[in-house]
């Protein structure tokens, strides 16, 4: 069992992993130490929590796995851990303060954020939340808290993707959410946890495609308005950086050269091509928890910028354990099938930070 940690020694452990990443990535953490420390830094995450459930039966939804008396003997205690987990995890992702915006998939309802923000050590950064419900049948979401003396939201809403091609099939809306960073930058915010590849990557990959696409119109728009739009696409996507829904349908782009304003850059990328990953399934890790952001802010000189134009994959210890299958270490997990094992989810988080240049 991993052993309680301190909030201290999850700030040391979140500082140095800046370091651990690859040379291109931590090249500029000096450069952007000195803006946090001028609170000129807003940190913005991604987490795929695995299974935040209640443990309270909702009829109108196929709970029935994590419910007290299910196979998972889901019960308050393992809610309350699972709570307890999230807040250390964001606690050190933060780094020198908690991230001003995180967005959440696989979270039951938007009762389970408010436990998350009201009932740990959360409640004291003042987080506030923005949720809608989806039409997924297991009942599982995506949302987003944040810090309002951050972030100031203007105006959000649930993007349904309805397949065409299959319209019996429900799944997670796109949480489209727009608002204000350091006081009148506008900021896009889209949240994503697109359909699984459950039934196989080939057939299952036009519904993913389809997500990719429906983004993609709505960037379009976005871009028509203002070229110089600031825009951050995070989520789970099911799929990597180099495959088709993204890299033919949502038009992330791999490399910074020759981006045009309305482009799309995949901060991602660099995991994809070092094998590294926010998820492992045998021997693979894949990058599936992915950041993708709008060309200005990563090509301009001044004003909002990604620093060095790259995101990070959380991955400190406490957060993996030792694959005795398959060699390696593998995300420390909260229930492998029925088995309960504490931890904290099957994915790694991932987090960008944004900075203004005057």
């Not at 020198?96 to 998350?116: D, K, S, T």
């Amino acid at each position: 069992m991993i052993k309680k940690m301190t909030l201290l020694f999850q700030l040391i452990i979140s500082s140095s992993l800046l370091f651990a990443q690859d040379t291109i990535i931590s090249s500029g953490h000096s450069r952007l130490q000195k803006f946090e420390k001028k609170n000129e830094t807003v940190r913005i995450a991604f987490y795929n929590v695995e299974n935040l459930f209640d443990i309270y039966d909702d009829p109108f939804k196929n709970d029935d796995e994590f419910l007290p008396n299910s196979s998972k003997a889901w019960n308050e205690s393992k809610y309350r851990d699972k709570l307890d987990n999230i807040y250390k995890t964001l606690t050190a992702v933060g780094g020198w303060g908690l991230p001003a915006i995180v967005g959440f998939c696989e979270i039951e309802n938007r009762y389970v954020l408010n436990e998350l923000v009201s009932k740990t050590p959360l409640v004291k950064a003042g987080y506030s939340i923005i949720h809608e419900e989806s039409p997924d049948r297991r009942g599982i979401d995506v949302g987003l808290i944040y810090q309002p003396k951050k972030f100031r939201p203007l105006s959000h809403r649930a993007v349904p993707l309805v397949f065409p091609f299959d319209t019996a099939t429900k799944t997670r809306d796109i949480l489209y959410v727009k608002g204000l960073v350091f006081k009148k930058d506008t900021l896009h915010i889209f949240v994503n946890h697109w359909p699984s590849r459950s039934g196989g990557v080939a057939a299952s990959e036009p519904k993913r495609v389809f997500a990719a696409k429906t983004i993609k119109h709505i960037v379009d728009s976005i871009c028509m308005r203002n070229p110089s739009s600031n825009i951050i696409i995070m989520g789970d996507f099911n799929d990597e950086p180099g495959d088709k829904s993204i890299m033919e349908a949502l038009l992330a782009k791999p490399k910074i050269e020759n981006l045009s304003a309305c482009d799309l850059f995949n901060t991602s990328y660099i995991f994809y091509e070092a094998n590294k990953g926010t998820e492992k399934y045998k021997e693979h890790w894949a990058v599936l928890d992915q950041i993708i952001v709008s060309a200005p802010l990563v090509t301009r000189k001044s004003g909002l910028v990604v620093p060095n134009a790259v995101s990070y994959i959380f991955d400190a210890d406490w957060l993996l354990e030792e694959d005795t299958k398959y060699m390696g270490i593998m995300p420390f997990r909260t229930y492998a099938g029925p088995k309960y094992l504490g931890g904290f989810s099957d994915h790694l988080p991932v987090f960008i930070d944004l900075i203004k240049i005057r």
